[in-house]
């Protein structure tokens, strides 16, 4: 490829044209031969990696801003009609992964940063994809055939749009991972092997006169997807909240009853008291036989009354560890299900407002500490507790002048204990505040790696997850400092009490109280013991309350955080139904929708309670049968799921409103194919049928056929089965969000998967944008002929 050229690049999905970008990029291993880029590179990816800043910052991406040269890379991009839509313009904060945008506006964006770099090479990976005619038009000849050619830089661009190829220098043609052809656009028309969807292109395609078109078509784009205009003044994520001062008490209790119920912790301090007093006693025994009265008893009735003490000991500890351990996995099990089950059923706006690396905090870190940690430290405590009160009685009951000791060592102990806990308890929630964001960047970086890479911004990533990580670690250490600190303090006083009641037993002894004598060595054996078990009890409990931190983070999630289907929504349309003579949910029918007709009655919604409409009065009705294609606005789809709750109106399936069911029976009975396609890692039958059963109230097999039919016949309607057959069946495995496919493949899987559930309602947006022609068009015969 000679400098200045435009290459296009065609071919049919998974032939490797993304691949090849990615060898440009070094991002793949080249296992012969060589690839070599001269100059600076410029990526766009299939889907454009956004990142959580502002418009203006992801466009830039590192380099200085150039008020020129910015203006113009946003009027070639059809971005300032979405800007004006926008609280702040283009210093708006736009979410993690662009969540505010829409798919277009992403991709426009992408485009922009690789226009923005003023980059030697220019490596497009189907930018035109994820928008409409009217805007691709404009984006081609004001980008590529623009700026892009009039400063002379290198392009390849793969694209699924042919009617582009006739104004690029030269052609690529790909098939089954080779360059079957390259060449000019003429010569490939002479080829016999030519896909049909190219067979009639003319030479050459005049420009349209479109910018009005382009114009109020983003206005519309923006005024449907823009969804952060609001008066946050652009700032969509606010930082994380955290509590302060000492963890409530009911905290406690509320995970504690997570465990079990109240007999259950009575029955558990009973052992443990048990089991302490038990070791005890068999101590005391020891000492009662070492004394002139065990003396004269017999040898073998001592050794089977202490044998007995021993194995009851052993007995009462390993019920106490075996109740424990049921205990706190059930405690774990229980929050981590309740944590799971509220997050899974909050809004879209929480996802959109809420940072990745927050929630993961929620369960990664803070799980961890809930399932190991508190644990550990609970029960340490609550054995030291009991253990320190039984050998405070024994040590007092042989030596009670230790009192005179023991007293003034316990008010420093509390003393240090009250200053230590207030800072390991705040340092601990900042600890927790501060890994949030390094998580957050850690994923964002991953998902946006490639692009990170080409544009050679891979330090400054580091040294932003660098600044994050020693914000984190500032809250760390001073936690290991004041645990030195309390460590010292506490050993100190232990060593004052061993020593204490040392003396104290040698002054009794010298001063005729010979009854103490055979226990004296006990007492100043628990007297050690003591300190250990003080320090130990200290240490657990300001430990625990710093672990407990995270509960308190769960806790906050699973009682404060909003969900999808709010009771009031439910009882005010269950009211509704009921008022209007509809059957109620108990009543709906098993084979319900036998008919698909859809019916939208003057629905308004918002995406948030502080932004604008973006539906104003829509009616409509969709007849059993018909396929009807939305163009302008969007939000019909998030509406008809329940992503977001309608403000007024009524939507209705087969004459029943969906508002008045449950979201589980509204998303199970209509099929959906999202714009961006994700798959989950597993078998391509899990993905196919995600519960690997076809279950008769959702799906339908015909007679005689098998669920793998029924997966089988899917993907030969999407053109899929030869790719599978040859990948091993079924059953071969896709890796997280199907990594090992290509977009276009992705896209297909999740199609296959909406004709394996065989709803009667059926939504697509936008499935085969990342498809080739040929293989769009057999699509559309298959899907036509499905959905009749």
């Known amino acids: 490829v000679q400098r200045g050229e435009i290459i296009g690049i065609a071919g049919q999905i998974g032939c490797g044209k993304t691949s090849l970008l990615a060898c440009l990029l070094s991002e793949m291993r080249c296992v012969s031969g060589s690839a070599r880029v001269r100059g600076s590179v410029a990526y766009c990816a299939q889907k454009g990696s956004i990142f959580n800043d502002s418009v203006r910052a992801n466009i830039t991406f590192g380099s200085e801003y150039e008020e020129e040269r910015y203006n113009r890379v946003l009027d070639a991009c059809c971005l300032r009609p979405d800007l004006e839509q926008l609280q702040g313009g283009d210093t708006c904060e736009i979410g993690e992964r662009g969540v505010t945008l829409s798919g277009g506006q992403k991709q426009r964006i992408a485009l922009a940063r690789a226009v923005y770099s003023d980059s030697d090479v220019y490596l497009l990976d189907d930018p035109l994809s994820a928008v409409d005619a009217h805007v691709g038009r404009s984006l081609w000849e004001d980008v590529v055939m623009g700026i892009l050619k009039a400063e002379g830089k290198t392009v390849v661009m793969v694209t699924h749009q042919v009617q582009y190829l006739p104004q690029c220098d030269r052609v690529m043609l790909m098939g089954e991972g080779r360059v079957q052809f390259m060449g000019t656009f003429d010569d490939m028309m002479l080829r016999e092997d030519v896909p049909e969807s190219m067979r009639h292109l003319q030479n050459s395609t005049s420009p349209s006169a479109v910018t009005s078109a ?246 400054r990533f580091v040294t932003e997850q660098r600044r994050r990580i020693d914000a984190n670690t500032a809250a760390f250490f001073p936690g290991m400092m004041a645990g030195s600190w309390l460590h010292f303090r506490t050993e100190l006083l232990g060593a004052v009490i061993t020593f204490g009641t040392s003396a104290a037993a040698v002054l009794s002894v010298n001063n005729g109280n010979t009854s103490i004598a055979a226990f004296a060595g006990l007492a100043i054996s628990y007297s050690n013991s003591l300190s250990h078990l003080l320090n130990n009890s200290l240490e657990m409990f300001v430990q625990l309350e710093s672990e407990m931190s995270s509960v308190e983070r769960v806790f906050g999630y699973i009682q404060d955080l909003p969900q999808e289907e709010p009771k009031r929504l439910k009882a005010k349309a269950d009211g509704q139904a009921k008022a209007d003579g509809q059957e109620s949910e108990d ?89 961006d396609a994700f798959l989950f890692a597993g078998s391509l039958r899990s993905n196919l049928c995600p519960l690997h059963q076809l279950a008769a109230e959702t799906q339908s097999v015909p007679s005689g056929a098998t669920p793998d039919d029924v997966m089988w016949s899917a993907l030969d309607r999407v053109q899929l089965r030869d790719f599978v057959e040859s990948s091993g069946g079924l059953d071969m495995t896709l890796t997280d969000n199907g990594a090992n496919l290509s977009e276009g493949q992705r896209q297909l899987v999740c199609m296959a998967r909406a004709l394996v559930e065989d709803n009667k309602v059926i939504l697509i947006d936008e499935a085969t944008a990342s498809v080739d022609p040929d293989t769009d068009a057999a699509i559309q015969v298959g899907v036509h002929g499905i959905y009749v």
Request: hydrophobic letters at 45%.
């Open 587 to 675: 009543k709906l029918p098993e084979e319900w929708p036998s008919k698909g007709q859809l019916s939208f009655q003057s629905v308004n919604m918002r995406y948030r309670p502080d932004l604008p409409l973006v539906l104003r009065d829509v009616s409509f009705t969709v007849r059993p049968g018909e396929k009807v294609g939305v163009v302008g606005k969007s939000s019909l789809g998030v509406s008809l799921l329940r992503l977001v709750e309608v403000d007024s109106g009524r939507v209705e399936l087969d004459g029943v409103d969906l508002l008045g069911l449950r979201l589980k029976n509204v998303r199970g009975r209509i099929s959906s194919i999202p714009q």
């Open 214 to 459: 382009v114009a109020s078509e983003a206005e519309v784009e923006a005024e449907g997807e823009a969804k952060a205009k609001d008066d946050t003044d652009g700032a969509l994520i606010a930082d994380e909240d955290s509590e302060s001062g000492s963890v409530r008490a009911s905290l406690y209790w509320q995970y504690l009853r997570s465990g079990g119920s109240a007999a259950v912790l009575v029955l558990m301090v009973i052992i443990t008291i048990a089991g302490n007093s038990v070791t005890a006693l068999s101590d005391l025994f020891l000492g009662y036989w070492t004394s002139d009265a065990g003396q004269e008893r017999q040898t073998s009735t001592m050794i089977t009354i202490y044998c007995s003490m021993v194995v009851i000991a052993i007995i009462v500890s390993f019920c106490t560890q075996a109740i424990l351990v049921q205990f706190f996995v059930k405690a774990s099990s229980t929050v981590h299900m309740k944590l799971m089950t509220r997050v899974l059923q909050a809004p879209m706006s929480f996802f959109e407002t809420t940072p990745l690396g927050r929630i993961l905090n929620r369960f990664s870190r803070d799980t961890d500490s809930i399932d190991s940690q508190i644990p550990s430290r609970f029960s340490s405590f609550v054995l030291s507790c009991f253990m320190l009160i039984v050998m405070s009685f024994v040590v007092i009951g042989i030596v009670p002048i230790t009192m005179a000791v023991f007293i003034p060592c316990l008010y420093f102990y509390i003393r240090c204990f009250y200053l230590y806990r207030t800072i390991a308890r705040e340092l601990k929630r900042l600890l927790a505040v501060t890994r949030s964001p390094v998580l957050a960047l850690a994923s964002e970086t991953l998902g946006g790696l490639r692009t990170v890479r080409a544009y050679g911004q891979d330090e």
